[in-house]
C-alpha cells in the first residue's frame, strides 16, 4: 500500500466511480471497492491535459447557465449542488456541474468534453436519484436529465431513473462499501483508467498482451 494511503473510518463513494461499473463500461469493482475503504494517497499520473479540460468545461457550463437563467430558471453550479446521501453502510456523494429550478420542474445537467458514453448518462441518473433525497428543497421538483457535449445534448427521462436502476444502483453500493473484497479485473484496457498505483493495487496490468493464436479454418 502507498505510504500516505490510510483507511478511511467510514466507506465513501463518488457517483463517478460508480457510473462506468453501472453502464458496463469497467468491470473491476475492487478499485471502486478500495477507493470507497481508503484515502489514496497517490494517483497515476496521466497525459490528460486537466488546464484545457477546465477551460473547455468552464465555458460549456457557463453558457448553458446562462442559457437556462435567460428562461427564467434558478440556476447553481458545480460546489453548490454538491450532496452526500448516506446509507446504513456508506455514503455516496456528488457535484452535479449544474442543476436550473423554475417552480416544480427542474434540469440536472452535467457537462462533458469528450466523446459521448453511456455512464454519462448513468452518472446524471445517479444525480436525478440521490440529489432529491439529499436536498428537501427539491423534494418536489420533477427533475429532467441533460448531458451536455460541446455541439449537442442527451436528455434523460425523470422514468429511466426507475426502481430497477435503484436497485442496481443499491446493490453495487451495498458491494462497493461492504467488508468483503470485490474480485479484481485486471486488463490492459481497464488499468491504463484506473487511478491506483502498482503501490495500492500489485496487479495493475501496463502492457498489452493479446492471444494470438493461427488457425486453417477460414
Ligand atoms: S489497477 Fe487494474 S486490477 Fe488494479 S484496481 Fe485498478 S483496474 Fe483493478
Known sequence: MHARTKPRTDPYVWATWISKLLAGESSCVWSAWFRAHHHVGAKVETDFDLELWRVEHTALIRRTAADFASLGYTVTVESQNQFTLA???????????????K???GWIIDGKTGQPKGSDRVQVMLYMWALQKANPAYAGVRFRGRVEYKARYGIIDPGEADTAFVTRVAGLMREVCGPNEPRKAPSYRECQSCPLTPDDCGDRVDTEAIFAGVTEEF
Open 103 to 105: 417552480g416544480d420542474e
Open 87 to 101: 446509507g446504513r453502510l456508506g455514503t455516496l456523494a456528488g457535484r452535479p456541474d449544474l442543476v436550473a429550478v
